[in-house]
């Protein structure tokens, strides 16, 4: 079974130019969560997905930051205009229970913005 | 006050060693405890979840769960250099859906 994949896995982007992470989660997870690391801190809370539906946002650092699930199976999560500290690994985790808990992760996407 | 605290380490043990980690929490009606394994570049990996007090064995880990003093570690016995790797604690909140993690903890088990 092919776990959670994520896209790119490293990019590197100027100061207010956009780029959009990618994250397909295990095939039959209806939850899907986005995380973040900067450098040095812990992984925070972005957002949850239950199936399309956003069923907690409240991690998302400002409305430079757009995640979407279209069909209930794949996510994008989009930064425009990217801003230095928006530099870190973006994980995203897929589970079939909507507890939080038993939380299957990617390996991230590191962004690094110059 | 951070939800969640552990020490950064690095810890360090030789190989056959017990490793203890610890991780201790600020919400007291915290109901989930869990555990991640993180190489370097990698994804995390549960590893073990509790979610009631006193001890959970799996193979060489054991987790034990204080919820009076706030209180979660992980035992590592017969620890191995592929033990290696940042080891992250996390806690589900009462009031989301959400895991808070710690810092973690890097451990390091010498051969």
Redesign the interface.
């Known amino acids: 079974e092919a776990g959670v994949t994520q896209f790119p896995s490293h990019s590197v982007i100027e100061k207010g130019q956009t780029v959009t992470l990618r994250c397909d989660p295990i095939s039959g997870h209806d939850n899907l969560y986005w995380y973040r690391r900067v450098m040095g801190k812990e992984i925070k809370f972005l957002l949850h997905f239950v199936k399309e539906s956003k069923q907690d946002e409240s991690g998302m650092p400002n409305n430079r930051f757009l995640a979407e699930r279209t069909g209930g199976t794949y996510s994008t999560l989009k930064v425009q205009p990217a801003e230095l500290e928006d530099s870190g690994v973006y994980f995203c985790a897929s589970s079939q229970a909507g507890d939080g808990s038993k939380l299957f992760f990617g390996e991230g996407s590191r962004l690094t913005v110059l | 006050q ?1 939800e ?1 605290e552990q020490n950064s380490g690095p810890l360090s043990v030789p190989e056959g060693a017990i490793a203890s980690l610890n991780c201790t929490y600020s919400d007291r009606g915290s109901q ?1 405890f ?1 555990w ?1 394994r993180q190489y370097s ?6 590893i073990m ?1 509790i979610y009631s007090n006193g001890d959970k064995e799996d193979g060489r880990f054991t987790a034990q769960l204080n919820k009076a003093s706030q209180y979660v570690s992980l035992l590592i016995r017969d620890s191995q250099p592929s033990d290696s790797a940042t080891y ?1 604690c996390a806690v ?1 909140l009462i009031y ?9 903890t890097i451990l390091r088990v010498k051969s």
């Open positions: 951070k969640v989930s869990f991640y570049g990698k994804s995390p990996e549960l979840s992250l589900n989301g859906n959400k895991l808070v993690f710690g810092a973690g």
